[in-house]
């Protein structure tokens, strides 16, 4: 099995974390192909502190790799140039490449999992205005028909989304019996693909008290609830809606195996707060799993070596773990130019 793993934003800790975790005896015999570019890759063993002699391979010779660490230099943002510490169109469009690339490999079977470190979303926006968020990169440079679903994952609970990253006031309006449905689908056979058969799913109310028998809106009674019984009716082992302020601390318990959250920050919260030197954010949906640690940038400490390795470790180990268990998928021919449409192709195909 081989990680395509992709340099995250070079502004903040995402090339420390990829030299650190390169230089992990933990995936000292894990195949990894790391894009991105090898002076930013070189700086960031210099912040972390770790020594790294990777060999280096250009783009047309991917489709035979060796075993171990490999490098793809795709040389699109010199060190050098890369100001520490905040975000820049540079950095977005290096960060977009890179990603591109890594799911174009995974996509032609030559890697078995995607992962990356840490983007910026506002440098990708800088970089692409169109782009919203990583399901709707995925979706256009994959070319899918079914979009995926961000997971929150620590080893006593997981956590999906019906919704994600778009303002807490279009929440509501964008809720319905489908959707849900949708996610509780996705969730009961994401988790059974990941060895958690038959997993219990506690899903989250919208509003306090779960509406408070409609005192407090009207959503939880006629959306949440058809949403969970229709799930039920098709063997989802659900139950809901549960007020959010109760429902992780039944999972935490032992009576959930995943919560649904409605909206982004509702499980996110309580998830960094449970783990988030641990928590990894898990893209299912595509045919191979996608990771990524689920904090950010940390601009804040970028260049300082003090970045913990712990989310990215676990998301690595988590991705070789999914695609392990689920090795059968289509596979689709590499294009040619698959390592440089990242910037102009896969930004392009974004527009509206």
Known sequence: ??????????????????????????????????????SVLKMGASHAGVTLDLPVVSADQVGSLP??????????????TVT????????????????AAVLRLAKAGIADAVMFTPFNKHSMRLARPAYVDEIGFIDRVLDTDRSGREFNVLEEVWNARVTSHIPLSEVASKMS???????????????????????????????PHAGDGRNFGTEDDDIIAPAVAAGVAEGIDAKGPIPSDTVFVRAVRGEFDAVLTMYHDQGQIAMKLMGFDRGVTLIAGYGFPIVTPAHGTAFDIAGKGRA??????QAALLGARLAALNPARDRQPLPADWATAGVEG???AMAE
């Open 346 to 348: 896969a930004q392009a």
């Open 84 to 99: 520490l510490g905040g975000s820049s169109p540079e950095t977005g469009a290096a960060s977009l490449q890179n990603f």
């Open 177 to 207: 019996v489908e959707r849900i449905l949708g996610s509780l689908r996705l969730t009961h056979e994401t988790m059974t693909g990941a060895g958690k058969p038959n997993p219990r799913i506690g899903v989250a109310a919208l509003n």
């Open 308 to 313: 913990d390795l712990g989310a990215t470790l």
């Open 67 to 80: 075993s171990g660490h490999v490098l793809v230099d795709l040389g699109n943002i010199p060190a050098d």
């Open 1 to 38: 099995m081989r990680i395509a793993l992709a340099i995250g934003d070079a502004g903040g800790v995402g090339p420390e974390l990829a030299a650190k975790l390169l230089a992990d005896p933990a995936l000292k015999d894990q195949d990894v192909v790391v894009v991105g570019d090898a």
